[in-house]
C-alpha cells in the first residue's frame, strides 16, 4: 500500500516497486484508467506514475528480484 498527498497546483512522479502496471491499481481502479493519473512508464524494475494534485491510494504486488 502506498498512499500519496501531491498539493494543490503542484503535479508528482510515484514510483511503485512492480513489475506489472496492469496489477497495479489506484482506488480500487487500474492505474492506467484511475482519475488524476496523467502517465504510466514500465521501467525494469518498477512503474512511474505521474500523477496531479490529489489524493492517492496504490496498491501493487511487489517486484520478484
Known amino acids: 500500500f502506498l498512499n500519496v498527498t ?9 514510483y511503485l ?3 506489472s502496471a496492469t ?3 489506484e482506488s480500487g481502479v487500474s492505474v492506467s484508467r484511475a ?3 496523467s502517465g504510466v512508464r ?6 512511474l506514475v505521474q500523477v ?10 511487489m517486484s520478484q528480484q
Do not use: M, W
Open 6 to 14: 501531491v498539493p494543490p497546483n503542484a503535479s508528482a512522479d510515484i
Open 17 to 19: 516497486p512492480t513489475a
Open 23 to 25: 496489477q497495479a491499481t
Open 35 to 37: 482519475q488524476g493519473i
Open 42 to 47: 514500465t521501467l525494469s524494475d518498477s512503474i
Open 52 to 61: 496531479g494534485s490529489g489524493e492517492y491510494h496504490f496498491r501493487a504486488p
